[in-house]
């Protein structure tokens, strides 16, 4: 399940192109739920690609740098060390 929340926003449907209304002050969130599918590769020169899929194909992308990557993995073990959740 992919859940989007977006606030103020607001889209114009003019001529069948859509096109942003109001200032650029939007901001927004996605969360997918229910992965059955992560792989994690090299995007660019300086990026690591995490590409997140569910079962009824929505889809979310996130581009880390480096230092970011290394910490969620850090945090996974972290994790892994210390819960329940991947026993």
């Known amino acids: 399940m992919l859940a989007l929340d977006i606030e103020e926003f607001m889209l114009e449907l003019k001529d069948g192109a859509i ?3 109001g200032p650029s002050t939007k901001t ?3 969360k997918l739920f229910d992965v059955s599918a992560a ?3 090299e995007f660019g020169d300086k990026r690591v690609k ?4 569910d ?3 929505n889809e979310v992308q996130a581009a880390l740098f480096p230092e970011a990557a290394r910490e969620m993995r850090e945090d ?4 892994e ?3 329940d959740v991947f026993e």
């Open 19 to 21: 096109e942003n209304v």
């Open 28 to 30: 927004a969130s996605a």
């Open 39 to 41: 792989e994690v590769r």
């Open 50 to 53: 995490c590409v997140f899929e």
């Open 55 to 57: 079962e009824e194909g």
């Open 76 to 79: 996974l073990a972290a994790l």
């Open 81 to 83: 060390a210390d819960s």
